[in-house]
C-alpha cells in the first residue's frame, strides 16, 4: 500500500485503485498525476464521507467496530509521521471525520481517538475559484465540470445514488468475484496509456 506501507499479499481484497490529484484552490483546478495502489483499509479513510454514510444507512459491511478501525488506522498513521517529523508541518486530517462526533454511538470512541492520536482537522480554504471556473487537468486536457453549481452536482449525484442502489446491495455478493486479480492481465497498449494517463476523447 502506498500510504501505509502494508504488503498486499497479506490481506484480501488485496488493493484497490485510487487517483491521486494536486490541487491549487485559488486557480480552480485538479490536476491527476497517476494512479497508485492502497489496501481497503487506506480506501476507505480516504472516502471517509462514503464510510459514515454507509455506516450510518446500516450496511452490514461497515459495522461499527470496522468503522472505528479506519478512523484509528488513518489516525495512528497522521500520528507516527507527525511524530518523526517533529521539525515539518503537521500533517492534519479532513475534516469530514468530525461528521464522525455527530453519531452518538461513535462519538465517545472518537474523542478517544482524536485525543490519543493528538489530531487537528483542516478544511478547503475559505477563498477559492469559483464552482463553474474549476478544471480538471489530465495530461494536456482541460476538463470543465458539466454542472453550473454545487446544487446541480449534488442532485446529480443523488440521482445516480439511487440507480446505483441495488447494485450496493448486492456488493457483499459479488465482492469474492473481484478479489482475486492473479489473473487479471492487461495488454502492452493499455499498459502504456495507464503509464501516461491517457483518456479516450470521449472521456
Known sequence: CEI???????IRP?????????????????????????????HNAI???????????????????YVLKVVE?????????????RSKKPLKVYATFL????????????????EKY???????????AKWGDWKLIIGNKEHKTPYKNEGEWIAAMEEANKNNASAEKSYSARVKKYTDI??????DDTLERV????VPDDF
Open 99 to 114: 461528521e464522525y462526533l455527530k453519531v452518538p454511538e461513535l462519538h465517545d470512541d472518537m474523542v478517544k481517538l482524536i
Open 14 to 42: 488485496r488493493y484497490a485503485a485510487h487517483e491521486l490529484y494536486s490541487y491549487d484552490y485559488m486557480a480552480g483546478t485538479g490536476k491527476f498525476e497517476r494512479c497508485i495502489a492502497i489496501c481497503a483499509i487506506c
Open 73 to 85: 488506522h488513518c489516525f495512528s498513521l497522521v500520528h507516527k509521521y507527525n511524530t518523526e517529523n
Open 118 to 128: 493528538e489530531i487537528q482537522f483542516y478544511s478547503e480554504p475559505k477563498h477559492i
Open 182 to 187: 492473479d489473473s487479471v492481465t492487461l495488454d
Open 4 to 10: 501505509c506501507g502494508v504488503d498486499f499479499a497479506e
Open 47 to 65: 472516502h471517509s464521507g462514503r464510510l459514515i454514510t454507509m455506516y450510518k444507512n446500516g450496511d452490514q459491511l461497515y459495522p461499527k467496530s
Open 195 to 198: 503509464r501516461n494517463a491517457e
